[in-house]
């Protein structure tokens, strides 16, 4: 166990769930380690931008576990947010984060938070498996750090966890169906959904419309549009 996580044993913690395959990790190493009644589970629906599959696989590995379970979410829709804000860049506060994310988890810094975070996916290299977060105002224990994505899947299959439907359907968790930064084959198969092409694309649409992005958001803002000609599936 990493230095400083031993306290866990006497605290009640939030374990941040998202539905996608490091989280769940987390979560279950959390779980075989420290007493269940100390466990909450948060999970944060990004709002009109979550998929109800992922919102109900969090509920069944929660009610399989038999852990306590806290859903919240920002009320103003993300793709409203996306047609006044533009695409949301890669900063420590960019706009999705800091409204849809980072304000719900300054609703729960009364306790300390454990994360699925990896060096693979967080932009400050410097994250510390223990740490005070000052933008969320939370005490986070990362446990999973520094493991690979080999590691993360195998821990996965030796619990006999099966992964959120989401990632075979769209190739990505669900938990952001939009997102700039989704590998090219993820945006494919997330527009070739007639549902998430319809919300997704008009609020593009709008944004290269009213001329909202920038260099590096017109670049981001084009790898989705130009998606839409390489479909399989007719909407």
């Known amino acids: 166990m990493p230095v400083g996580f031993e306290v866990l044993r006497y605290k009640k913690f939030y374990v941040d769930f998202s539905g996608g395959k490091d989280s769940l990790a987390a979560l279950l190493w959390t779980y075989e380690r420290f007493p269940r009644q100390n466990i909450a589970v948060l999970y944060i629906e990004v709002t009109g931008n979550t998929h109800q599959l992922c919102t109900e696989y969090v509920r069944k590995v929660c009610s399989e576990l038999g852990l306590q379970l806290i859903i919240d979410k920002q009320s103003m829709s993300f793709f409203e947010c ?86 075979e359907r769209y190739g990505h968790s669900g938990n952001c169906m939009f997102c700039p930064y989704h590998q090219k084959h993820a945006i494919i198969m997330t527009l070739s959904d007639p549902f998430w092409r319809a919300r997704i694309v008009p609020a593009l649409r709008h944004v290269l419309a009213a001329n909202r992005y920038g260099k590096m958001g017109y670049r981001l803002l084009r790898r989705w549009l130009d998606s839409t000609k390489q479909l399989t599936l007719d909407a």
């Open 82 to 167: 996306l047609k006044r804000w533009s695409i949301p860049l890669i900063s420590a506060q960019r706009w999705c984060l800091s409204h849809f994310k980072v304000k719900v988890f300054r609703r729960y810094a009364d306790r300390p938070h454990v994360t699925g975070m990896t060096r693979s996916s967080v932009w400050r290299k410097s994250t510390q498996p223990v740490e005070y977060v000052r933008w969320s105002g939370n005490l986070t224990f990362n446990p999973i750090l520094d493991w690979s994505r080999e590691q993360i899947m195998d821990f996965i299959r030796d619990h006999g966890f099966e992964l959120n439907p989401c990632y």
